[in-house]
């Protein structure tokens, strides 16, 4: 009798530490955004202007100062199939079936009667078959994990204002390449013929099945600087255009590793690492009407670029291109808000889709949401955000700023969190304007 259990146990951990590389969508952790559907692109906060739209450093209230936003940080998980508890069921099926191969190893190898023989049989045709049908379950099935970390500090000013940021983002992850259930259900169907009375000499198991591991990580500094044009009788700007030179690092992970073949045994990171420097920049541009309204338009990564992941496939080599990129195309996005002294609503949308990192959908949102203040100093947000590519996920979403002023300054604290049945996110912001 063969037993596949070694292999399936080496291929179920790598699954176990894996997640699905996710989309590169126009999206922000910024927690006021977050908790407003991710709508950000007319909204008169010069905080964020360097992540939506430079022209907004031109565009907003004349009283918003100086701001120092350090940090902002936020997390979001994606798990359509319910993986969590899929993958909990699969480890527990993978030691069950060990355990009734042992078992039944046993029972041969001490010549106990046939009854004990056969039901040790039966009970590891059922734990294959179930450590099986859980495999199937999670074939190409994602989980996703997204982490982005920023930091700005803003200048706003009606005729000239500028914001220098810095922020990383990082997308890693992995998708099962299933491709042994055939051979695991004529192992289980050998030892049913054995059980029947008409036995059968057990296959050889060849697993072919794979991981395929991916990951992203971007890390960008600029300078955003915008002008206000046509400025009216009460100092504010009826027009604002804001530009955003930046520098951008970018490394790539892409791996296909075969648990059966053994071929992550002398493999590193760097066999399956591209890194890149470049340059590009982002272009906005904002109106500001009476009563509070607000439009914006932004186009994101105005320069097209593609980059190639590369793989060795013998550890320790010069990794080349294998055929998989990542392309940046510009992203267009337009928005309109209003605002007064208690309230904002927001509304986004994006009028390109987004390309993914590769193993995961394009994506092209809708972002909804609006801000309650009062007392001047608490903020309660709430939004939503459908993706009209992909309704799986479409999440609402809620927040709350607390700002107390300060003699000379405010300090704030933002805190955001967005979800539905398949995904979570959470934001947070600290910062202060003088």
Known sequence: ???????????????????????LPFNSFDPRSMAMGGAGVAVGDPSTAPFFNPALLSASDASKKYSVELPIIGVRLYDPANMRTELNTLSDSISTM?????????AFTNGSSTPVIQTALTNVVTNVNQVNASLNKLNNQPIQGEFGAATVIGIPGQNTGMAFYANAYAAVGGTLEYNDSQQLTTYANDITAT??????????INLTSKLHLRGVTISEAGLSISHGFDKKIDGNSD?????????????????????????????????????????????????????????????????????????????????????ATLNLKPQVRVGVSHDNSWSTVALDLDLTQNDPAGLEQKSQYLALGGELSAWGWAQIRAGYRADLVNSDRNVASLGLGISPRIPYFKVHTDLAVAGNANEVGASLRFGVNF
């Open 239 to 323: 027009w604002s255009l804001g530009i955003t030179p930046k520098i951008m690092q970018l490394n790539l992970f892409d791996a296909r590793l075969d648990p059966s073949n053994n071929n992550t045994s002398n493999a590193t990171g760097n066999d399956y690492l591209a890194t890149y420097s470049t340059i590009n920049l982002d272009v906005g541009a904002a109106k500001v009407y009476a009563n509070g309204w607000r439009s914006g338009a932004v186009i994101k990564n105005l320069i097209p670029q593609s980059f190639d992941f590369k793989s060795t496939t013998t550890p320790g080599a010069t990794p080349v291109a294998n055929g």
């Open 1 to 23: 009798m063969n037993h596949p259990n070694v292999k399936l146990t080496a291929t179920a951990a790598l699954v176990l530490a894996s997640f699905n590389v996710a989309a």
């Open 195 to 204: 059980l029947n009375g008409t036995p059968t000499a057990p296959v050889d």
């Open 98 to 106: 060990n355990n009734s191969i042992t078992n039944a190893q046993t």
